[in-house]
């Protein structure tokens, strides 16, 4: 087939959350497809290093766009009733570029991942198309805003509202919807759009994420994550308050790097506090991970799929981590990660992974297990071949299905089963800057 994946970031090279699952899905279907990704690029060297994205698709189109500008438009939209972060991804230049290309390529599919910019081909008939969300974006928003303070939490509630209402109208402009793991999809369901939904989760890159040979410094712990993304930091300001004087009082040599890109001024005066190193951006966090006695990632605020969850597991690093973060990923608390909420349990459970190395190494071993069979992208991807054909599949039938026949896509409660032949979905109930 001949697909147009248009994408909110330019998805390569595939370091940080935004741009790994894209990466990965184009990648794949690269393989069998022809593929014509359009994005955006946000600087002169994203730009440049997103040159290799040409060895991954067929042909790809980037908008260069300059952040005062976008930032222009998210003013422009305040008083309407379009969300103002869908002003940061608008470039009239990307859209008279995807306007052209489905004007003249004859595309067989449309793919678009990430709802800030399904309207660029929203208005598209006659092809099949497929809206990947990735996480809700207005679920986020509202979090944003029952943790900021007054009266900026109200800008973000306002902006939550705006992005749920239009997250239903964008979806009901598409024949079939995904998100990327099982509660998001809920919310997806919640709309009641009456369009077919699924989900698929992300992968981790387990053949670059393997434990390592060396040994591990017990009294090591590490956070890795961009420092520029709210949750991140509010996870680390928050850690380093209350649960590190806890750690330290019990292992006064206990170290924690804070390993992540753009750090704001209010993390980097994490490293005045005792023990507490900052790294800033670093070329590789896998050394970080290597030496560490756990990952801790007791965020407040996640949505979707922590990837650096994921990648701790598959490095052999043990991770403490929110039961808020845990929802997102496959496996068992207490089994295969460890889950803790209040800051003594937080650190009683960074303490047993420091002071217990048998409890790690098995923690250790079988969490990279649960990593492999339960979040590789080749079975990720194997959901998303299915959920794909289906999609084509329907659409043959009609090429303008009503809403009643796009009922008929749908199942009360999950999602229509997929191919056979496909692996049964992954449960995260059961339970791309690498750095994320």
Request: proline residues 7%; aromatic residues 8%; charged residues 25%.
């Amino acid at each position: 087939m001949k697909i147009l994946y248009v994408c909110h970031r330019l998805p390569f090279p595939p370091r940080r959350g935004g741009k790994i699952r894209p990466f990965n899905m184009i990648r794949h279907l690269h393989a069998t497809h022809e593929v014509t990704v359009a994005s955006l690029a946000r600087s002169a060297q994203e730009l440049d290093e997103g040159q290799g994205l040409g060895a991954h698709c067929s042909r790809f189109e980037v908008a260069r766009v300059h952040n005062p500008v976008q930032v222009a438009r998210m003013v422009a939209r305040l008083g309407s009733r379009e969300p103002s972060s869908f002003g940061f991804f608008h470039s009239p230049d990307l859209a008279r570029r995807i306007d052209r290309l489905v004007r003249d390529s004859g595309f067989d599919l449309i793919f678009v991942h990430c709802s800030s910019v399904a309207h660029y081909v929203a208005h598209v008939d006659g092809v099949p198309k497929i809206l990947d969300f990735g996480d809700m974006d207005s679920q986020k928003w509202r979090e944003y805003g029952r943790n900021k303070p007054f009266p900026i939490s109200l800008g973000y509630r306002l902006e939550g509202a705006k992005l749920a209402a239009e997250e239903r109208r964008l979806a009901r402009r598409f024949d079939l919807c995904t998100a990327t793991t099982r509660a998001e999809w809920q919310t997806l369901e919640s709309y009641e759009t009456g369009v077919a939904t699924d989900w698929f989760p992300n992968g981790v890159d387990a053949d670059y994420f393997t434990p390592a040979s060396s040994d591990y410094d017990p009294n090591a712990l590490c956070f890795v994550g961009r420092m520029d993304y709210f949750p991140n930091q509010a996870c680390m300001i928050e850690f380093c308050r209350d649960v590190w004087p806890l750690i330290r009082a019990r292992r006064p040599d206990a170290t924690l790097h804070v390993v992540g890109a753009d750090p704001s001024p209010a993390i980097r005066n994490l490293a005045s506090v005792a023990g507490v190193r900052v790294t800033g951006s670093v070329p590789d966090v896998r050394p970080f991970l290597a030496r560490s006695a756990a990952m801790v990632a007791p965020l407040r605020i996640a949505r979707g799929t922590q990837n650096k969850i994921l990648e701790a597991m598959a490095a052999g690093t043990p991770v403490v981590t929110s039961s808020v973060a845990a929802g997102g990923v496959d496996a068992l608390p207490g089994e295969h990660f460890l889950v803790a909420d209040r800051a003594e349990d937080i650190a009683a459970a960074a303490l047993e992974l420091m002071s217990n190395p048998a409890r790690r190494a098995k923690l250790a071993q079988v969490a990279r297990a649960r990593v492999l069979a339960h979040h590789s992208w080749a079975s990720s991807m194997r959901r998303l071949d299915g959920i794909i054909e289906r999609c084509v599949g329907n659409h043959a039938q009609d090429e303008r299905p009503t809403p009643s026949r796009r009922d008929s896509n749908r199942q009360s409660g999950v999602p229509r089963p997929l191919q056979a032949s496909l692996d049964p979905p992954p449960r995260a109930s059961d339970s791309a800057s690498r750095q994320t």
